[in-house]
Structures are given as C-alpha cells and as structure tokens.
C-alpha cells in the first residue's frame, strides 16, 4: 500500500526562523515521484517541487531546501528564515504508476509565521 | 495564478441528485486530474484523464465519473449526492510526465 505521512499537523514559528516540515512516505514501487504543494489561506494549492525517486540529490530554491532520503523514506522541506507570506497549509505528495496511476497526499502541516 | 479555471465556484445541491464540475485546463496540459478536499484534510485523487482516457483512479464508487474533451477540459459527474460528498472538488492539469499539477482554485460543493 501507498501512504504519506505528515505527523506535524501545526506548526508556529516566529519571523526569521527556520522550520523544517516532515514527510514520510510508503510505497513498494521502485520508481516514484515525490512532490510539495502550499496551500495558501486563499485555498489555491501551488506546486513547489518534484523529485523523482532516482535522484536523491538535495535541492535549494531561494529559502526553501528538501532533503530526499531513501533509507529513511523522508522527503523534508525546509524554510531558511521564514516569513509571514509562508503562512499556508503544506502537503507531500507521492505519485506511483506501477499498475494504475495513484496520487498521494498527506493530511498536511499548517505553518503560522508569527510577526 | 495558473491558468486552470473552475466552475461554478460554490454549489448547492440536495442528497440524491445529480452534478456536475467543469475544468478548463492550463494551455499546453494534455492531462487533468480531479480530486476532493474534505474541510482540514489533504485532497483525495479521485482520477486522472489524459488524452480523453481515464488512465488512474482512487478509492471512489462508480457514481463518481468524468469526461476529459479533446481541449483538454473536463467534466466531474456525481450521482445519487450524498451528505459526505460536501467538498472542495479540485482539478488540476499537467504535462504528462513533466513537473508537477497546477491547480484550479476549486468548487465547494455542499449536500444538504
């Protein structure tokens, strides 16, 4: 079975902080694409990056990093010195293909950036 | 924004009828998804269209059911409405096999 986890379910922050969301994934497929998504309070949900279950190379766009472990089946996303404009619901998502098309997502972890 | 629009926007419909939802895709996105969004909840795939073939589907009856059109947009069915049906109704559109899904700002549906 597939499933993705994020225990997190809120977390709060102050301005400037780092915080470091979690997911953790489940799957027996060997080739699978990972993904997040930010839903803002304005409820349209935003792709933020992909991964693909190949490449576990960490990535870093401006102050948002993800750290994709295959040992630990962890896909965290980071944000370096959070600000009020992150405030949103974050999802993980898991895509699978092996017999038919499956899309993922975890019940999310809702981020307040307190000024 | 993203280019993918939905309509209606909200909707109000009794236990027992019938609906449906409309997505106009991004320009260039041969795929569309749809999905539902219980209030606090991460969305649930209900199923994916690419080139007018149903390709995936999640854990939804039958009464759920679409139709994806040769430009790409697409129509969610329900039948027989019931209470738990009461969602924000998704969809999205990609490219197959590249990036990931660019959503719609969604259609709340409530059954009363």
Known sequence: AQKVTQAQTEISVVEKEDVTLDCVYETRDTTYYLFWYKQPPSGELVFLIRRNSFDEQNEISGRYSWNFQKSTSSFNFTITASQVVDSAVYFCALRVTSGTYKYIFGTGTRLKVLA | ?112
């Open chain 2, 1 to 112: 924004e993203t280019g993918v629009t939905q309509s209606p926007t909200h909707l109000i419909k009794t236990r027992g009828q019938q609906v449906t939802l409309r997505c106009s895709s991004q320009s260039g996105h041969n795929t569309v998804s749809w999905y539902q969004q219980a209030l606090g909840q991460g969305p649930q795939f209900i199923f994916q269209y690419y080139r007018e073939e149903e390709n995936g589907r999640g854990n939804f009856p039958p009464r759920f059911s679409g139709l994806q059109f040769p430009n790409y947009s697409s129509e969610l069915n329900v039948n027989a409405l019931e209470l738990d049906d009461s969602a924000l109704y998704l969809c999205a559109s990609s490219l197959a096999g590249r990036g990931g899904k660019y959503f719609g700002p969604g259609t709340r549906l409530t059954v009363t």
